[in-house]
């Protein structure tokens, strides 16, 4: 087989990860999805960023105003050799989502979607629906459930939460040993997230045959995941939780179910080479899953019909009262599931292209089977570019104990009764003293001994139980993942490859979930029914290839030195790219954290100074919390371009989290209907994008003199609210908390460096100004002045050593959030109600003049430039940036530092 048709044999055997993790979304387990074959021949390394999106979905009586569920996710990692034989890789991933998502399926007529309304004027305004869990519906004698009309409607409805920003984060590695025809890779990891972490291992080898036509591939791992599940306190004392009891932590403010799973997974894998244009592989696994299974935050809802309510209400005289419940879910403790799989590929030489068929059929002891078919068209387009269209089809049953809801013929509590049938009451004020009475026949009371009871002298009440949880399944569940349904996609992904080893990648996947669309009919109806798309983007670099081309030209990679040592890690625009052509890759990771003393200027100020003076406005309200902690964490991607030896272009994406605790101010009494004390606040996803142009002005030998002029676009969200609790809007998370600034910005700098014998040395003037008064959601943020100046001294000829001193100064937030929407009479109305400043307890961090000010930092750092080998021309920095003095606008949290590291690579 010709390289040209290997090489889109192979691009055609790459699985899109977003694609392959959504196929098995309800399935998938860290650890045990990691690659079954040994480490690729290349060293590469990849980053890339996907947005998952779903529409909203039909809640039929009420309207859907609520965000839908999104995901943004990068992903970062790299593969290298560490000798001819050794090779090491690593990846990174950081999911971060939001929105709105069932938490339950309940009878239509129960309306557990229950609209919110408030009044504004004359109007009464729709806002949104909040979950209804607990209520009573009628039933006729054989269970069925009736609308208004006492007509028989069993329809289904999902009823939705939506949760707050959380973030997910996994690392894992990857040591491989390759020998002439075997490699063995012995890999592991960690992925952690609020309320569940997981650890796990894998061992994977491969043996080739038959003049390495033929590869046998054999993986075996194990996951280790422990849950820690904060429950809903606005939603937990309407859950009914006895199954878990034992499993349930009380804590302050909140109460946590814990349980630990452990999953094995074994795999084995065949491809072969059919001829020059063919190859076929198939593959088989089998996983062992055992300990806590549930989702946690999944009930089922269940309806207690109790024969004797029938015409108990006189207004459905002919009808049982059923008292709608929610149960969390109970799966078997254990799962046994089976995959096989198989992919054809074949070049069609005519076209130079690559078709691509894969099926593979996943089963397990929970009852379900499902089925995907998917193709790929690999089609070169010439100078580099490729598309691939693909379409892919997803079928699977419903698990054995899926049912979208539970009617039971029995009361959800009754008073208890004796072994002869008398009912049995309680003293009232002590009802676990031991003490019973007995109600007789003739309506008396007697105690335990038979002696009868005078009622007026002691204050009893009924006993009541629970009812009996062996008349309900052994085991349920109304999680739609675990329904039976089908999925239809289609998607596009365009890449282009560059001469010098780096490619572009960008990719679109659109789907359809129904019920309908199940093989062989039975699904489950519309009503769940949604659709959703992944829209993904990729930077790849070839080290292998680069590293080829750096050491062909070891004059242009002297050049990238001659500007002296480069600049602390922390400093952004530094240095230009001397030549025509040249381009520039790069990756920078800044975290700050903010902890300690509240600060009022310069100095450290009370609680009681908080609470009277920070949060004034004109609700009158005081300060009830404050920030016990916040920490940031900020990825950003630079991307640069030489189109002549006087200009550089820029592009620099930013992905970002965040997270705060918060604590109560002395004094206060904790208040649940007001605090948001419930493990901390979290946001992520996409920053702000920078677009920059650096303008050589002076170059000359030991003196180099250039500005930047730069755009940031505000892509990072601004609006970001948190979720609905006890019936009220909690109106939009923190200033500081939000993803981007919401306006367009202008970034000017200029930028001095010199540098003589083994000294460097260098000082930035730089700004942010907004070029809005406001953004959408109705506040500026203030703009920004820094300087700094470095010097650094070089330990070895590629090992550096630096210290900077750095002044910023901010000013503090212009404007304010807006008021929150709402529907009235199907149209938008605004100024409902002030969001958060209204109904929950305040900061100093909700207001806008408690934000900005005057800080001075001392840096230090060093940074070194690979001068050969694998990593020649790779330039690594680290530094800290260490407080010296915060002078605050209004009360903030003191600083304790930043780091930021650096990798970049020229070309």
Excluded at 399 to 408: D, G, K, R, T, W
Excluded at 470 to 499: E, H, M
């Amino acid at each position: 087989m010709g390289a040209r048709q290997w090489e889109v044999v192979v691009a055609a055997t790459k699985v899109t990860s977003a694609l392959q993790a959504l196929t098995v979304a309800a399935l998938a387990l860290p650890g045990l999805l990691q690659s079954t074959t040994c480490l690729a021949d290349d060293d590469e390394v990849d980053f890339q960023y996907s947005h998952y999106q779903e529409g909203k979905r039909s809640l039929v009586k009420v309207p859907n105003n609520r965000n839908p569920i999104e995901v943004d996710s990068i992903f970062g990692s790299s593969k290298v050799s560490l000798t001819d034989r050794i090779k090491f890789a690593f990846a990174y991933t950081q999911d971060t989502w939001s929105g709105a998502t069932p938490i339950t399926t309940a009878p239509l007529v129960g309306n557990g979607n229950h609209p919110i309304q408030v009044t504004s004027g004359k109007n009464l305004l729709t806002v949104g629906a909040s979950p209804l869990i607990n209520r009573q519906i009628f039933l006729d004698p054989q269970l069925h459930p009736l609308n208004y009309k006492q007509q028989i409607d069993a329809s289904p409805v999902h009823i939705l939460a939506t949760a707050s920003p959380e973030t997910r984060k996994q690392g894992d590695f990857k040591l491989g040993y390759e020998w002439d025809e075997a490699a063995v890779d012995i890999g592991g990891g960690i992925s952690v997230e609020k309320d569940y972490e997981s650890r796990f291992g894998n061992i994977n080898t491969r043996w080739d045959f038959n003049q390495k036509l033929t590869s046998l591939n054999v993986g075996l791992s194990y996951t280790n995941s422990d849950t820690s599940a904060i429950l809903d306190h606005d939603a937990e004392p309407y859950i009914t939780k006895t199954a878990f009891q034992n499993q349930i932590e009380i804590l302050p403010y909140t109460q946590v179910l814990s349980g630990n799973k452990q999953d094995w997974s074994s795999s084995l894998g065949l491809t072969q080479v059919l001829n020059k244009n063919a190859l076929i592989e198939t593959n088989i696994g089998y996983t062992r899953s055992t300990g806590y299974l549930e989702n946690p935050y999944k009930v089922m809802t269940v309806v207690f019909a109790d024969s004797a309510t029938l015409g108990s209400d006189p207004s459905a005289p002919n009808a049982l009262v059923g008292d709608v419940r929610a149960l969390l879910e109970q799966r078997p403790n254990e799962r046994n599931q089976l995959t096989m799989g198989a992919r054809y590929i074949q070049y069609i030489n005519p076209l130079d292209a690559a078709l691509h068929l894969d099926y593979r059929f996943f089963h397990d002891d929970w009852g379900i089977n499902a089925h995907t078919f998917e193709a790929d068209w690999v089609q070169p387009l010439g100078q580099g570019w490729t598309v691939t269209p693909r379409i892919r089809y997803y079928s699977q049953d419903a698990a054995n104990f899926y049912a979208p809801y539970l009617i039971s013929n029995q009361a959800f509590t009754k008073t208890a009764t004796d072994s002869i049938g008398r009912e049995i009451w309680v003293d009232a004020n002590n009802p676990n003293n031991g003490q019973q009475f007995f109600r007789t026949n003739n309506g008396g009371f007697v105690d335990d001994k038979g002696n009868s009871v005078d009622i007026t002298a002691v204050d009893i009440t009924p006993k009541r139980v629970g009812f009996d949880a062996s008349k309900l399944p052994a085991n349920f569940s109304s999680d739609q993942r675990l329904s039976g349904y089908g999925a239809l996609s289609g998607g596009v992904t365009v890449s282009k490859q560059f001469a010098k080893g780096l490619s572009l990648e960008a990719g679109f996947e659109y789907y359809t979930h129904q019920g309908a669309l199940k093989l062989g009919g039975g699904g489950e109806g519309a009503y769940s029914d949604f659709n959703y798309y992944v829209a993904n983007a990729a930077l790849k670099v070839n080290l292998s290839t680069l590293g080829r081309a750096i050491a062909d030209h070891s004059s242009h990679t002297q050049h990238h030195h001659e500007h002296g040592t480069p600049a602390p890690a922390g400093v952004m625009f530094s240095h230009m790219l001397g030549n025509e052509g040249d381009m520039m890759v790069g990756y920078r990771y800044m975290y700050s954290r903010q902890a300690g003393d509240m600060l009022h200027g310069t100095d450290p100020v009370s609680d009681k100074n908080i609470k009277n003076n920070a949060c004034l406005d004109s609700y009158l309200r005081r300060c009830r919390v404050a920030p016990d902690y916040m920490d940031m964490h900020m990825h950003m991607l630079n991307i640069m371009y030489a189109p002549t030896d006087w200009l550089n272009l820029m592009l620099m994406p930013q992905f970002m989290d965040m997270g705060m605790n918060q604590r109560l101010l002395s004094g206060v009494t904790y208040d649940a209907t007001q605090d948001h004390l419930h493990g901390g606040h979290q946001t992520g996803g996409v920053g702000d994008t920078g677009m920059y142009a650096l303008f050589k002005l002076f170059d000359k030998t030991g003196h180099h003199l250039h500005t930047s002029l730069g755009l940031s676009a505000p892509t990072g969200d601004v609006d970001i609210k948190l979720r609905r609790m006890h019936g009220k809007d909690a109106g939009f998370i923190h200033y500081g908390m939000q993803l981007g600034s919401g306006t367009w910005d202008f970034n000017p700098s200029l930028t001095y460096t010199g540098n003589l014998a083994r000294w460097s040395w260098g000082a930035q003037l730089s700004g942010t100004i907004r070029l809005e008064d406001k953004n959408a959601s109705g506040y500026a943020l203030g703009d920004i002045f820094q300087s700094t100046a470095w010097g650094s001294y070089n330990l070895t000829h590629w090992l550096s050593a630096s210290v900077r001193g750095v002044y910023t100064a901010q000013g503090q937030i212009n404007g304010a959030f807006n008021l929150t929407p709402g529907v009235a009479n199907g149209k938008q109305v605004n100024n409902v109600n002030p969001g958060s400043k209204s109904n929950f307890s305040a900061g100093p961090m909700d207001y806008g003049n408690s934000y900005g000010g005057r800080y001075w930092d001392v840096g230090f750092g060093v940074s070194a430039t690979i001068p050969e080998g694998t990593f020649q021309g790779h330039r690594f920095g680290v530094e800290w940036l260490q407080p010296v003095e915060d002078d605050v606008n209004g009360y903030q949290l003191e600083r304790v530092g930043a780091l930021s590291a650096s990798w970049n690579l020229m070309f």
